[in-house]
T-cell receptor, first 117, second 112 residues
Framework: EPEVTQTPSHQVTQMGQEVILRCVPI?????FYWYRQILGQKVEFLVS????????KSEIFDDQFSVERPDGSNFTLKIRSTKLEDSAMYFC???????????????FGNGTRLTVT | DQQVKQNSPSLSVQEGRISILNCDYT??????FLWYKKYPAEGPTFLIS?????DKNEDGRFTVFLNKSAKHLSLHIVPSQPGDSAVYFC???????????FGTGTQLKVEL
Protein backbone atom coordinates (compact mmCIF):
# COMPACT_ATOMS: atom_id res chain seq x y z
CA GLU A 1 0.00 0.00 0.00
CA PRO A 2 1.42 3.42 -0.92
CA GLU A 3 2.56 5.49 2.00
CA VAL A 4 3.79 8.93 2.97
CA THR A 5 7.49 8.89 3.76
CA GLN A 6 9.34 11.42 5.88
CA THR A 7 13.04 12.09 6.36
CA PRO A 8 14.89 12.30 8.60
CA SER A 9 13.20 10.36 11.37
CA HIS A 10 15.05 12.42 13.97
CA GLN A 11 16.65 15.85 13.59
CA VAL A 12 18.63 17.58 16.29
CA THR A 13 19.46 21.25 15.80
CA GLN A 14 20.66 24.22 17.78
CA MET A 15 18.40 27.13 18.58
CA GLY A 16 18.48 29.72 15.82
CA GLN A 17 19.44 27.26 13.09
CA GLU A 18 17.35 26.57 10.02
CA VAL A 19 15.89 23.11 9.48
CA ILE A 20 14.15 21.53 6.52
CA LEU A 21 11.89 18.56 7.06
CA ARG A 22 11.19 16.47 4.00
CA CYS A 23 8.20 14.46 2.92
CA VAL A 24 7.25 12.40 -0.11
CA PRO A 25 3.44 12.28 -0.29
CA ILE A 26 1.51 9.49 -1.96
CA UNK A 27 1.99 9.95 -5.68
CA UNK A 28 -1.57 10.57 -6.88
CA UNK A 29 -2.48 12.81 -3.95
CA UNK A 30 -3.09 16.49 -4.55
CA UNK A 31 -3.48 17.93 -1.05
CA PHE A 32 -0.61 18.14 1.39
CA TYR A 33 -0.38 19.02 5.06
CA TRP A 34 1.93 19.46 7.99
CA TYR A 35 0.85 18.73 11.55
CA ARG A 36 2.89 18.63 14.73
CA GLN A 37 2.61 17.05 18.17
CA ILE A 38 4.50 18.52 21.08
CA LEU A 39 5.24 15.82 23.64
CA GLY A 40 2.17 15.12 25.74
CA GLN A 41 -0.06 17.43 23.72
CA LYS A 42 -2.55 17.20 20.87
CA VAL A 43 -1.74 16.71 17.22
CA GLU A 44 -2.04 20.27 15.84
CA PHE A 45 -2.66 21.50 12.32
CA LEU A 46 0.04 23.71 10.84
CA VAL A 47 -0.69 24.19 7.15
CA SER A 48 -2.46 22.78 4.11
CA UNK A 49 -1.16 23.12 0.57
CA UNK A 50 -2.84 22.64 -2.77
CA UNK A 51 -2.04 23.64 -6.33
CA UNK A 52 1.32 25.06 -5.28
CA UNK A 53 -0.03 27.41 -2.70
CA UNK A 54 -1.04 27.47 0.94
CA UNK A 55 -4.79 26.93 1.27
CA UNK A 56 -5.02 27.27 5.03
CA LYS A 57 -2.62 27.85 7.92
CA SER A 58 -2.84 28.00 11.67
CA GLU A 59 -1.67 30.74 14.00
CA ILE A 60 1.32 28.55 14.81
CA PHE A 61 2.49 28.82 11.20
CA ASP A 62 4.13 32.24 11.45
CA ASP A 63 6.79 33.89 9.32
CA GLN A 64 9.42 31.47 10.59
CA PHE A 65 7.69 28.63 8.76
CA SER A 66 7.43 28.00 5.05
CA VAL A 67 6.42 25.12 2.82
CA GLU A 68 7.46 24.20 -0.68
CA ARG A 69 6.89 21.54 -3.28
CA PRO A 70 10.14 22.00 -5.14
CA ASP A 71 10.08 19.20 -7.68
CA GLY A 72 6.63 17.64 -7.97
CA SER A 73 7.36 14.81 -5.55
CA ASN A 74 8.83 16.29 -2.38
CA PHE A 75 6.97 18.49 0.07
CA THR A 76 9.13 20.36 2.57
CA LEU A 77 8.64 22.32 5.77
CA LYS A 78 11.30 24.88 6.60
CA ILE A 79 11.76 26.54 9.95
CA ARG A 80 14.07 29.51 9.49
CA SER A 81 15.30 30.13 13.00
CA THR A 82 14.36 27.34 15.36
CA LYS A 83 13.26 27.96 18.93
CA LEU A 84 13.23 25.56 21.85
CA GLU A 85 9.44 25.42 21.69
CA ASP A 86 9.62 24.11 18.11
CA SER A 87 10.73 20.76 19.52
CA ALA A 88 7.98 18.34 18.50
CA MET A 89 7.08 15.46 16.23
CA TYR A 90 6.23 16.84 12.80
CA PHE A 91 3.86 14.82 10.65
CA CYS A 92 3.37 15.22 6.94
CA UNK A 93 0.08 14.07 5.43
CA UNK A 94 -1.54 13.91 2.03
CA UNK A 95 -5.00 13.27 0.65
CA UNK A 96 -6.28 12.42 -2.80
CA UNK A 97 -8.84 15.19 -2.82
CA UNK A 98 -10.28 17.75 -0.46
CA UNK A 99 -11.10 16.16 2.93
CA UNK A 100 -14.53 17.75 2.89
CA UNK A 101 -15.39 15.43 0.00
CA UNK A 102 -15.75 12.84 2.79
CA UNK A 103 -14.05 10.00 0.97
CA UNK A 104 -10.57 11.37 1.12
CA UNK A 105 -9.02 10.81 4.53
CA UNK A 106 -5.57 12.12 5.31
CA UNK A 107 -2.71 9.62 5.18
CA PHE A 108 0.10 10.47 7.60
CA GLY A 109 3.80 9.73 7.51
CA ASN A 110 5.64 8.37 10.54
CA GLY A 111 6.93 11.79 11.48
CA THR A 112 10.20 13.59 12.08
CA ARG A 113 11.15 14.15 15.67
CA LEU A 114 12.71 17.62 15.87
CA THR A 115 14.79 18.38 18.93
CA VAL A 116 15.99 21.96 19.37
CA THR A 117 18.77 22.38 21.92
CA ASP B 1 -9.21 25.62 22.11
CA GLN B 2 -11.35 22.72 23.27
CA GLN B 3 -13.44 22.05 20.18
CA VAL B 4 -13.05 18.30 20.58
CA LYS B 5 -12.47 16.51 23.86
CA GLN B 6 -11.60 12.98 24.85
CA ASN B 7 -12.09 12.85 28.59
CA SER B 8 -10.59 9.41 29.16
CA PRO B 9 -6.82 9.41 28.76
CA SER B 10 -6.69 5.63 29.05
CA LEU B 11 -8.84 2.54 28.82
CA SER B 12 -8.04 -1.06 29.62
CA VAL B 13 -10.14 -3.90 28.17
CA GLN B 14 -9.84 -7.67 28.09
CA GLU B 15 -9.28 -9.42 24.80
CA GLY B 16 -12.58 -10.37 23.17
CA ARG B 17 -14.60 -7.75 24.99
CA ILE B 18 -15.94 -4.48 23.62
CA SER B 19 -13.87 -1.29 23.72
CA ILE B 20 -15.81 1.96 23.76
CA LEU B 21 -13.94 5.19 23.16
CA ASN B 22 -15.72 8.49 23.59
CA CYS B 23 -15.39 11.98 22.18
CA ASP B 24 -17.35 15.19 22.74
CA TYR B 25 -17.40 18.25 20.52
CA THR B 26 -18.60 21.77 21.03
CA UNK B 27 -19.95 23.07 17.75
CA UNK B 28 -23.15 21.64 16.31
CA UNK B 29 -22.11 22.92 12.87
CA UNK B 30 -19.34 20.33 12.59
CA UNK B 31 -20.36 17.79 10.02
CA UNK B 32 -17.55 15.29 9.49
CA PHE B 33 -15.89 13.20 12.15
CA LEU B 34 -13.03 10.74 11.99
CA TRP B 35 -11.17 8.29 14.18
CA TYR B 36 -7.45 7.72 13.87
CA LYS B 37 -5.26 5.14 15.57
CA LYS B 38 -1.63 5.76 16.46
CA TYR B 39 1.09 3.32 17.43
CA PRO B 40 4.33 4.57 19.04
CA ALA B 41 6.85 5.93 16.52
CA GLU B 42 4.24 5.93 13.75
CA GLY B 43 1.91 8.51 12.31
CA PRO B 44 -1.85 8.48 12.85
CA THR B 45 -3.67 5.90 10.71
CA PHE B 46 -7.20 6.53 9.50
CA LEU B 47 -9.75 4.08 10.91
CA ILE B 48 -13.29 5.16 10.18
CA SER B 49 -15.34 8.30 9.61
CA UNK B 50 -18.93 9.49 9.76
CA UNK B 51 -20.77 12.46 8.36
CA UNK B 52 -23.52 14.25 10.21
CA UNK B 53 -26.23 12.87 7.94
CA UNK B 54 -25.68 9.46 9.55
CA ASP B 55 -25.77 8.23 13.11
CA LYS B 56 -23.80 5.04 12.60
CA ASN B 57 -21.06 3.75 10.35
CA GLU B 58 -19.60 0.27 10.51
CA ASP B 59 -16.42 -1.26 9.12
CA GLY B 60 -15.65 -4.76 10.29
CA ARG B 61 -14.95 -4.72 14.02
CA PHE B 62 -15.16 -0.93 14.17
CA THR B 63 -18.37 1.05 14.50
CA VAL B 64 -18.69 4.78 14.99
CA PHE B 65 -21.83 6.26 16.52
CA LEU B 66 -22.81 9.90 16.29
CA ASN B 67 -25.27 11.53 18.68
CA LYS B 68 -25.78 15.00 17.25
CA SER B 69 -28.09 16.25 19.98
CA ALA B 70 -25.51 15.36 22.63
CA LYS B 71 -22.59 16.38 20.42
CA HIS B 72 -21.02 13.05 21.19
CA LEU B 73 -19.11 10.55 19.13
CA SER B 74 -18.07 7.05 20.10
CA LEU B 75 -15.98 4.28 18.60
CA HIS B 76 -16.83 0.68 19.39
CA ILE B 77 -14.32 -2.09 18.77
CA VAL B 78 -15.67 -5.60 19.09
CA PRO B 79 -14.14 -8.02 19.70
CA SER B 80 -11.05 -6.20 20.98
CA GLN B 81 -7.69 -7.71 20.09
CA PRO B 82 -4.22 -7.15 21.58
CA GLY B 83 -3.15 -5.52 18.31
CA ASP B 84 -5.75 -2.82 18.90
CA SER B 85 -3.62 -1.46 21.74
CA ALA B 86 -2.78 2.06 20.58
CA VAL B 87 -3.75 5.69 21.09
CA TYR B 88 -7.08 6.56 19.48
CA PHE B 89 -7.79 10.11 18.37
CA CYS B 90 -11.11 11.52 17.32
CA UNK B 91 -10.88 14.37 14.86
CA UNK B 92 -13.27 16.82 13.28
CA UNK B 93 -13.02 18.65 10.01
CA UNK B 94 -12.96 22.39 10.65
CA UNK B 95 -11.77 25.60 9.14
CA UNK B 96 -12.25 25.78 5.40
CA UNK B 97 -12.72 22.03 5.21
CA UNK B 98 -9.04 21.19 5.01
CA UNK B 99 -8.12 21.20 8.66
CA UNK B 100 -8.43 18.33 11.11
CA UNK B 101 -8.77 19.26 14.77
CA PHE B 102 -7.76 16.35 16.97
CA GLY B 103 -8.76 15.36 20.45
CA THR B 104 -6.14 14.59 23.09
CA GLY B 105 -6.35 10.85 22.50
CA THR B 106 -7.24 7.79 24.55
CA GLN B 107 -4.63 5.11 25.17
CA LEU B 108 -6.34 1.73 24.72
CA LYS B 109 -4.72 -1.34 26.21
CA VAL B 110 -6.20 -4.70 25.32
CA GLU B 111 -5.07 -7.33 27.76
CA LEU B 112 -4.88 -11.07 27.26
Amino acid sequence: EPEVTQTPSHQVTQMGQEVILRCVPISNHLYFYWYRQILGQKVEFLVSFYNNEISEKSEIFDDQFSVERPDGSNFTLKIRSTKLEDSAMYFCASSESEPSSYNSPLHFGNGTRLTVT
Amino acid sequence: DQQVKQNSPSLSVQEGRISILNCDYTNSMFDYFLWYKKYPAEGPTFLISISSIKDKNEDGRFTVFLNKSAKHLSLHIVPSQPGDSAVYFCAILTGGGNKLTFGTGTQLKVEL
